[in-house]
């Protein structure tokens, strides 16, 4: 059940981006397992887009994992305080990925109800890319880990949804980038209460 290598390696990311509606996000810590199905996401397209930190092929220590073949995690901090998790598509030299934005808890739950201090009914402790990660032990220390071993990890379970079950809608927290700030790389499960709520 666990995505193959080259599922990553698929060039358009927002077909990724939507296709991993429903598939299942495993972390293991030191035994440990955790996982969430993923309810939402956005895709980052690359140098071309505005709101990727690869935007006209910027390349940094941060952003170098990025160019890798598709198939790793990218683990970054925000504001300095919240780790996000994007995962790294497409083939080398071609810097797209898909942030993984929130998760409904599915298997460990109770090990995410301690980590977030809170139910696994409310929807804050898996809402947000802040959050998930948080939920799922995600931390720098997950950055350029290969999403096909056996510290993180994605299955297919065959959650599929119809197309109606999706929707699209412009990605969070991105005025920066202009005319692509309003771009519908959003996807998300319409009736997850776990999605995040503009």
Same mark, same amino acid.
């Given at each position: &059940?666990?995505?193959?290598?080259?599922?990553?390696?698929?060039?358009?990311?927002?077909?990724?981006?939507?296709?991993?509606?429903?598939?299942?996000?495993?972390? #293991?810590?030191?035994?440990?397992?955790?996982?969430?199905?993923?309810?939402?996401?956005?895709?980052?397209?690359?140098?071309?887009?505005?709101?990727?930190?690869?935007?006209?092929?910027?390349?940094?220590?941060?952003? /170098?994992? !990025?160019?890798?073949?598709?198939?790793?995690?990218?683990?970054?901090?925000?504001?300095?305080?919240?780790?996000?998790?994007?995962?790294?598509?497409?083939?080398?030299?071609?810097?797209?990925?898909?942030?993984?934005?929130?998760?409904?808890?599915?298997?460990?739950?109770?090990? !995410?109800?301690?980590?977030?201090?809170?139910?696994?009914?409310?929807? !804050?402790?898996?809402?947000?890319?802040?959050?998930?990660?948080?939920?799922?032990?995600?931390?720098?220390?997950?950055?350029? /880990? #290969?999403?096909?071993?056996?510290?993180?990890?994605?299955? #297919?379970?065959?959650?599929?949804? &119809?197309?109606?079950?999706?929707? &699209?809608?412009?990605?969070?927290?991105? #005025?920066?980038?202009? /005319?692509?700030?309003?771009?519908?790389?959003?996807?998300?499960?319409?009736?997850?209460?776990?999605? &995040?709520?503009?």
């Amino acid at each position: &059940m666990k995505l193959p290598a080259e599922y990553y390696t698929n060039t358009n990311v927002a077909f990724l981006a939507q296709d991993l509606l429903g598939k299942i996000l495993f972390t #293991d810590l030191d035994g440990r397992i955790t996982a969430g199905i993923i309810v939402e996401t956005e895709a980052y397209f690359g140098v071309e887009d505005k709101a990727s930190h690869a935007y006209r092929n910027r390349r940094t220590k941060r952003t /170098e994992i !990025m160019y890798k073949q598709g198939g790793l995690s990218y683990v970054y901090l925000c504001y300095g305080i919240h780790h996000l998790l994007n995962i790294v598509t497409s083939i080398e030299d071609d810097p797209k990925c898909v942030l993984v934005r929130s998760i409904e808890p599915f298997y460990g739950v109770a090990e !995410m109800e301690m980590r977030r201090k809170m139910s696994a009914t409310k929807p !804050m402790i898996s809402s947000g890319p802040g959050s998930l990660t948080k939920a799922l032990g995600i931390n720098l220390s997950f950055n350029g /880990e #290969d999403l096909t071993k056996n510290r993180i990890w994605i299955e #297919d379970h065959g959650f599929d949804y &119809m197309p109606y079950q999706i929707s &699209m809608a412009p990605r969070i927290g991105i #005025d920066y980038a202009e /005319e692509h700030a309003l771009l519908p790389l959003r996807f998300f499960v319409n009736d997850s209460k776990y999605i &995040m709520r503009k």
